[in-house]
């Protein structure tokens, strides 16, 4: 079996399984950071089941991304890590912005060295509403594995009276947008179901028409706060 090794930018399980059906090859997701080497503070082992940090070489912590505290494993949080055998540029307790939890249990594989799991976004991406931490890839992900609306969506963040509300824009696809609206309503109520379990707070979902969600070069301009703090 081959393998190819993909980092710079967070893949999720369902590009894995693209690339691993288009190429015949097992797909292995690897981290790094230019502060502290590059490529390879971490990387997958055969199992996927989150990503072996180099602890000979780096001192991982998970914090909360507001409040700085360190939390527990399995918590997801901001990963932090000190270097121990870096010269000349050495950190301390760097912040990486990633949002990550770490596995301290003993691999599959064999190997002990504590398993990241793999990022699930960035702490400056993180939006925080009616108190519980919210991130846009989680409701990329909803949509991914749901699979029946084009990958486009917006989120509408607002303040009405003293309660913040979210609203999930969601591209249909040329398919869908000619289907029964009772079909696109059925479709609007699975998703929101979906988004309020994964999430754990209520959204409204609105299913928009083909290509009127703004594309932009680069990162995509996913979220829309307009509540005044
Ligand atoms: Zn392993």
């Known amino acids: 079996m081959q393998a190819g090794i993909f980092g710079a930018e967070p893949w999720s399980d369902n590009m894995r399984n693209e690339i691993e059906k288009g190429l015949g090859i097992t797909a292995i997701d690897i981290y790094g950071l230019s502060e502290i080497i590059g490529p390879g503070v971490s ?42 055998t870096k010269e000349g540029i050495p950190m301390i307790r760097y912040r990486t912005r990633d949002i990550s939890s770490l596995n301290y249990e003993k691999c599959a594989c064999g190997r002990t060295a504590v398993r990241m799991s793999r990022l699930s ?17 989680q409701i990329e992900s909803v949509l991914l594995e749901f699979g029946e609306t084009a990958p486009h969506y917006q989120l509408i963040v607002d303040r009405v009276g003293n309660l913040d509300s979210l609203e999930v824009w969601v591209e249909m696809t040329q398919t869908m947008f ?29 299913l928009v028409e083909p290509k009127t969600i703004e594309r932009s070069e680069g990162k995509a301009k996913r979220v829309l706060d307009k509540r005044s703090l």
Do not use: W, Y
Not at 122 to 136: A, C, E, K, Y
């Open 43 to 84: 990387s997958e082992c055969a199992c996927k089941a989150g990503l072996h940090i180099f602890e000979d070489h780096f001192i991982p912590e998970i914090i909360d991304p507001v409040t700085e505290k360190v939390l527990p494993p399995g918590e997801k949080g901001e990963l932090v890590f000190t270097t121990i």
């Open 121 to 137: 976004g960035r702490s400056d991406d993180m939006l925080i509403i009616r108190g519980v931490n919210v991130f846009p890839s």
């Open 178 to 206: 000619s289907d029964e609206v009772k079909k696109i309503e059925e479709i609007e109520q699975k998703i929101k179901a979906e988004i309020d379990f994964t999430l754990g707070l209520g959204a409204k979902v609105k």
